[in-house]
T-cell receptor, first 110, second 115 residues
Framework: GNSVTQMEGPVTLSEEAFLTINCTYTATGYPSLFWYVQYPGEGLQLLLKATKADDKGSNKGFEATYRKETTSFHLEKGSVQVSDSAVYFCALSDVGDMRFGAGTRLTVKP | NAGVTQTPKFQVLKTGQSMTLQCAQDMNHEYMSWYRQDPGMGLRLIHYSVGAGITDQGEVPNGYNVSRSTTEDFPLRLLSAAPSQTSVYFC??????????????FGNGTRLTVT
């Protein structure tokens, strides 16, 4: 079945550092891929998505490229801010329901 | 624009009690779903619905019931609460079942503790 594996956290960075959160997936078809972000006490919000191979999703300085050859969708940001502290979830959907990774907690220190 | 509204925000139950978690959306979405979030396990799908009158089981349905009498509402019922059901519950909706790039819209969650 479909599944998502993302790097374990927590991740702690200093402000303005470069961020990478790894995500790989297993799917039988041609899934769409997503990154969601969860701030404390809130539900998940869509951060970005990509629907086919080689698509790049981007939003708020975050980027991720759909790599079919490596079955990956790594999240990157060139310069993180304290306000980026949150839990990040990689997810995929195919013809059925959305499957989520375990989540990676990011803390950015000033 | 309310989006997805969940009530209550917090709940404490004793083992064996029953309760209903409420979920309503005002976006005319056909697809609605319930997830539970547990540390280190991400979100796991409990039940989902692709339209009024249609429901189906997800990954972890045992101990939970759902119904969908209207497009807007999708309540989750715990029949006889157990400590293993201590979790944070999220309701989510989407224009269609999520294949094809349709993202989910989430409520703010219900934190449930069963003692």
């Amino acid at each position: 079945g479909n599944s998502v594996t993302q790097m374990e956290g927590p991740v702690t960075l200093s402000e303005e550092a470069f961020l990478t959160i790894n995500c790989t997936y297993t799917a039988t078809g041609y899934p769409s891929l997503f990154w969601y972000v969860q701030y404390p006490g809130e539900g998940l919000q869509l951060l970005l998505k990509a629907t086919k191979a080689d698509d790049k999703g981007s939003n708020k300085g975050f980027e991720a490229t759909y790599r079919k050859e490596t079955t990956s969708f790594h999240l990157e940001k060139g310069s993180v801010q304290v306000s980026d502290s949150a839990v990040y979830f990689c997810a995929l959907s195919d013809v059925g329901d959305m499957r989520f990774g375990a989540g990676t907690r990011l803390t950015v220190k000033p | 624009n309310a989006g997805v509204t969940q009530t209550p925000k917090f709940q404490v139950l004793k083992t064996g009690q029953s309760m209903t978690l409420q979920c309503a959306q005002d976006m005319n979405h056909e697809y609605m779903s319930w997830y539970r979030q547990d540390p280190g396990m991400g979100l796991r799908l409990i039940h989902y619905s692709v339209g009024a009158g249609i429901t189906d089981q997800g990954e972890v349905p045992n101990g939970y019931n759902v119904s969908r009498s209207t497009t807007e509402d999708f309540p989750l019922r715990l029949l006889s609460a157990a400590p293993s059901q201590t979790s944070v519950y999220f309701c989510a909706s989407s224009y269609i079942r999520t294949g094809g790039g349709s993202p989910l819209h989430f409520g703010n969650g219900t934190r449930l503790t069963v003692t």
